[in-house]
């Protein structure tokens, strides 16, 4: 059975950091896009930032030049680095990991998510 298990979220004061992890687990044959998502109270699931297997990376306006998306293909894992973060990055945080169990089949999978709260 496929799982991403979150890790790396709490509280946080603002300006502080944080580093998200999700690694992936079962039977995998290849994973290509992997991304982070996340949804505050009352809002709409938002796209953060998306890293290829080629580690091409994209980012939403809202978070560029604060967190820095990266991989780690030997442990099948994504990180989320969040710098400077601010009380508005309060949210869940989810992954989301396109994984092929067998070639040329791929399924998106999520991650339940973990909970980052920026207060002071």
């Known amino acids: 059975q496929m799982q991403l298990v979150e890790s790396g979220g709490g509280l946080v004061q603002p300006g502080g950091s944080l580093r998200l992890s999700c690694a992936a687990s079962?039977?995998?044959?290849?994973?290509?896009?992997m991304g982070w998502y996340r949804q505050a109270p009352g809002k709409q699931r938002e796209l953060v930032a998306t890293i290829t297997s080629g580690d091409s990376t994209y980012y939403a306006d809202s978070v560029k030049g604060q967190f820095i998306i990266s991989r780690d293909n030997a442990k099948n894992t994504v990180y989320l680095q969040m710098n400077s973060l601010k009380t508005e990055d309060t949210a869940v945080y989810y992954c989301?990991?396109?994984?092929?169990?067998?070639?040329?089949?791929?399924?998106?999978?999520w991650g339940q998510g973990t909970q980052v709260t920026v207060s002071s």
């Open positions: 989301s990991a396109e994984i092929a169990q067998v070639r040329g089949s791929f399924q998106n999978y």
């Open positions: 079962g039977r995998i044959f290849s994973i290509y896009g």
